[in-house]
């Protein structure tokens, strides 16, 4: 079946440090890839996506690529924010659009300290 | 962007009690909603599958007659925890896609049973 595996938590920045979160996924086909985000007290907001391999999403300095070859769906941002502090979750759909239910990964808890 | 409403967002209730939550898409129609469950720290995890008109789908291990799902409109989805016990706890999350819509999440319903 599908899985997607991302790192444990809680990951603590200092603000403007560099971020990563990875992300790896197990699916047959072509999967779309996913990262939402979900700020305390919110519900889960999509923040970016890529729907074939080597695509690019990006959103509010965050960027991802899909890497087939690698399986892997990391998250990146240059220079985080306290702002960015929240729980972030890679996910994946078997075939891509909104037909079909996520398998998520575990969630990542940033915290960014001023 | 599109918006979706879960309604309650808090229930507090006795074993055996039965419980419904309501899923609303705000400003699209949606042909598809999804219904997942999330533990502490853990990931979510899809429960259901439910298409307009038709029966929902529900994965594997989620009893049916325990989750009672109807998506009886291309706006409203519910999910009826029925003879509630304190192992149902959880949180449970709605999700709605329209045509070439991705899933828009609701903000999520915190269940507590006593």
């Known amino acids: 079946g599908n899985s997607v595996t991302q790192m444990e938590g809680p990951v603590t920045l200092s603000e403007e440090a560099f971020l990563t979160i990875n992300c790896t996924y197990t699916?047959?086909?072509?999967?779309?890839l996913f990262w939402y985000v979900q700020y305390p007290g919110e519900g889960l907001q999509l923040l970016l996506k890529a729907t074939k391999a080597d695509d690019k999403g990006s959103n509010k300095g965050f960027e991802a690529t899909y890497r087939k070859e690698t399986t892997s769906f990391h998250l990146e941002k240059g220079s985080v924010q306290v702002s960015d502090s929240a729980v972030y979750f890679c996910a994946l759909a078997p075939r891509g659009g909104g037909a079909d239910g996520l398998t998520f990964g575990k969630g990542t808890h940033l915290i960014i300290q001023p | 962007g599109a918006v979706v409403s879960q309604h309650p967002s808090w229930v507090i209730c006795k074993s055996g009690t039965s419980v419904k939550i309501e899923c609303r898409s705000l400003?699209?129609?949606?042909?598809?909603m999804f219904w997942y469950r999330q533990f502490p720290k853990q990931s979510l995890m899809l429960m259901a599958t439910?298409?307009?008109?038709?029966?929902?789908?529900?994965e594997q291990g989620v009893e049916k007659d325990k989750f009672l799902i109807n998506h009886a409109s291309l706006t409203l989805s519910t999910l009826t925890v029925t003879s509630a016990h304190p192992e149902d706890s959880s949180f449970y999350i709605c999700?709605?896609?329209?045509?070439?819509?991705?899933?828009?999440f609701g903000d999520g319903t915190r269940l507590s049973i006593l």
């Open positions: 400003d699209f129609q949606a042909t598809t």
């Open positions: 999700s709605a896609a329209g045509t070439n819509q991705p899933q828009h």
């Open positions: 699916a047959t086909g072509y999967p779309s």
């Open positions: 439910s298409n307009e008109g038709s029966k929902a789908t529900y």
